[in-house]
């Protein structure tokens, strides 16, 4: 078996996630490298889900009964775990949401009905990337549709980087906000954020990071980042789905107006009028994800306990390993960073003529599950003249023997396609 520096023991780590032990197609072993689009789970999170059904299942808030208190004090246990995850200053800076697709959503819509100096309208500029998830490009083309603001964005070179050579030029005294994702999920690439913020910070324009692809794969420091707004996912990070993540800065969140209305965000309610609660509740309408939330708080502490700096450098090494392994698969071409630098765990590429779909279906057959199609990025395939891309990404339970599995199994579908 292959030996790489930095590699966590994955034989022990393997064994907290029963799924990795599934056997598909006739006895295959399974080989699962679609950790981009949704992470196994540990059978700790398993456990807390059911123990959380089955001992303290009732809503949260205001409820006197003893369900009611212990299901509140593990929801809101979460959102502390998740405040020292990210090294937030305030746990009142913590939102709830289902998915990063709603916190991105959820500050899209505040701007777009905030009062100066926030308010987002037809004299103002909405600053994107071309290689953001749909997720981070919809939410702010229906802003600019609704206000009248012009969207605009940072292009891509040819190596799968953000071109930030016209820098001053995008971002300018008219920006407003301006929103990136930390690591792409299509090509791999960490940006480079303290250069898009600093420029961000020199025109008074808001910083929103969607931290979804590097939650789950690196430590996150929000004060770090000195960013406004960061959003990440829990089903990327060894939690349940159903559960997302906003940290905002505190003063933002309490001037910014909420999204939903509903039950829980409210102080008072007349006929005529009603007052909002304080941050986070501000921004939590209804029944939360409660069980949820607490899948997430068990997926932080089992992370946690591992170590993020150790998950960091396991996939760097896993990452390295696969770079090297597919550029040895002839007419390979990886769509992206051609190393393993500056690049997080997914690595995405094209085989020849062979079509992305055909080639995920003829691995499957072997066991190796890969994402297929455009990966909700298809601004990405557009500008680098492909119909989709094969995506392999890495997590920590990721091993050289799988990467092996894959190169193996291109060579079959090489074969298969003659």
């Known amino acids: 078996m292959t030996q790489l520096p930095g590699l966590l023991d994955t034989e022990a780590i393997r064994k907290d996630f029963p799924i990795l032990d599934r056997q598909v197609h006739d006895g295959r ?15 700790q999170v398993l456990d807390a889900l059911s123990e959380y059904y089955e001992r303290y299942n009732a809503n949260v808030h205001r409820g006197v009964h003893v369900l009611a208190e212990e299901a509140t004090a593990l929801y809101e246990g979460a959102r502390d775990k998740v405040a020292e995850f990210v090294n937030a200053p305030s746990r009142d800076e913590v939102i709830f949401t289902k998915n990063a697709s709603e916190s991105l959503n959820l500050v899209a819509n505040m701007l777009g009905w905030a009062d100066e100096p926030y308010r987002v309208d037809h004299e103002t500029e909405i600053v994107i990337t071309e290689m953001e998830h749909h997720s981070n490009i919809v939410p702010w083309q229906l802003l600019a549709q609704r206000t009248g603001a012009k969207l605009k964005w940072f292009g891509l070179t040819d190596d799968g980087r953000l071109d930030l050579s016209r820098i001053d030029e995008v971002i300018t005294e008219k920006t407003k906000i301006v929103s990136f994702v930390l690591v792409s999920n299509i090509l791999g690439t960490v940006n480079p954020v303290e250069a898009i913020v600093r420029r961000a910070q020199e025109v008074g324009a808001l910083v929103c990071v969607d931290a979804s692809q590097a939650a789950p794969h690196m430590p996150l420091d929000v004060q770090a980042l000195q960013a406004d707004f960061v959003a990440f996912t829990g089903h990327k990070m060894c939690g349940p789905t159903g559960i997302g993540v906003l940290w905002g800065r505190q003063e933002l969140l309490e001037d910014l107006p909420p999204f939903l209305g509903g039950g829980e965000m409210i102080e008072t309610v007349s006929m005529s009028s009603s007052t909002y609660a304080p941050a986070p509740h501000k921004f939590e309408a209804g029944t939360p994800p409660i069980a949820q939330a607490v899948g997430l708080g068990a997926a932080i502490d089992y992370l946690s306990a591992i170590g993020m700096d150790k998950v960091l450098a396991h996939e760097h090494a896993i990452t390295e390993y696969a770079v090297k392994r597919l550029t040895e698969v002839p007419d390979l071409r990886i769509i992206g960073p051609a190393t393993a630098e500056d690049r997080g765990a997914a690595i995405s590429f094209t085989l020849g003529d062979i079509h992305p779909h055909d080639v995920g279906q003829v691995l499957d057959e072997q066991g190796i599950a890969v ?43 090489r074969n298969f396609f003659g």
Do not use: M, W
């Open 29 to 43: 072993k399974l080989v699962y490298l679609d950790n981009a689009a949704t992470s196994q789970k540990p059978r």
């Open 371 to 413: 994402r297929v199609g455009h990966h909700c990025a298809r601004p990405v395939c557009l500008r680098y003249g492909i119909p989709a891309t094969t995506r392999a990404s890495f997590y920590l339970y990721s091993t050289p023997a799988e990467i092996d599995a894959l190169v193996d199994g291109l060579e079959h579908v």
